[in-house]
T-cell receptor, first 109, second 115 residues
Framework: QQPVQSPQAVILREGEDAVINCSSSKALYSVHWYRQKHGEAPVFLMILLKGGEQMRHEKISASFNEKKQQSSLYLTASQLSYSGTYFCGTGYNNNDMRFGAGTRLTVKP | NAGVMQNPRHLVRRRGQEARLRCSPVKGHSHVYWYRQLPEEGLKFMVYLQKENIIDESGMPKERFSAEFPKEGPSILRIQQVVRGDSAAYFC?????????????FGEGSWLTVV
């Protein structure tokens, strides 16, 4: 089982906002968000554990809905450095970690 | 740098040879995940190990692939009789304790090319 991410790709101008969604058909134990630049390792952004929780990493924030079946990543006033592929990682129990297919974000000047 | 260390970073193998990828987790971490990433695709779960135990190998192909995490030394992902379809980036990640409730840290990856 792996989460479903949407959209698959987003193209933004610098300063614009974007939302990336991650959803599951059943309740999740946790949601992790990572960003990966081409040819590099995924880099941890944040983890959400509780329904209704919201977290922030610089100008990027994320929420976890009350039912713990959906998380959204909010990129505000995007910067060129935000370009990359964003993955949500989800655990259905306290052991596994599965990742979505990724959302490719391109920020243009 | 006490992060997750993977080697080799790049490996070229001919079809039919064996590939061994090594992963040294963050110091003190006893849990290791292996993921495979094909070009322009997502991170596909392969196996989750604790020291000396395989916890979940549901993502591992049934044949040719094996993984271990011995009491001493790095975790090893072994691919026997490689085929062109095995060409991918293989990422290792580690966490200090069990579970997806904890941050997992990724290594830089090992890029396998089968020619």
């Amino acid at each position: 089982q792996q989460p479903v991410q949407s959209p698959q790709a987003v193209i933004l101008r610098e300063g614009e906002d974007a939302v990336i969604n991650c959803s599951s058909s059943k309740a999740l134990y946790s949601v992790h968000w990572y960003r990966q630049k081409h040819g590099e390792a995924p880099v941890f952004l944040m983890i959400l554990l509780k329904g209704g929780e919201q977290m922030r990493h610089e100008k990027i924030s994320a929420s976890f809905n009350e039912k713990k079946q959906q998380s959204s990543l909010y990129l505000t006033a995007s910067q060129l450095s935000y370009s990359g592929t964003y993955f949500c990682g989800t655990g259905y129990n306290n052991n596994d970690m599965r990742f979505g297919a990724g959302t490719r974000l391109t920020v243009k000047p | 740098n006490a992060g997750v260390m993977q080697n080799p970073r790049h490996l070229v193998r001919r079809r039919g040879q064996e590939a061994r990828l090594r992963c040294s987790p963050v110091k003190g971490h006893s849990h290791v995940y292996w993921y495979r990433q094909l070009p322009e695709e997502g991170l596909k779960f392969m196996v989750y190990l604790q020291k000396e135990n395989i916890i979940d190998e549901s993502g591992m192909p049934k044949e040719r692939f094996s993984a271990e995490f011995p009491k001493e030394g790095p975790s090893i992902l072994r691919i026997q009789q490689v085929v062109r379809g095995d060409s991918a980036a293989y990422f290792c990640a580690s966490s200090p304790v069990a579970g997806s409730g904890n941050t997992i840290y990724f290594g830089e990856g090992s890029w396998l090319t089968v020619v």
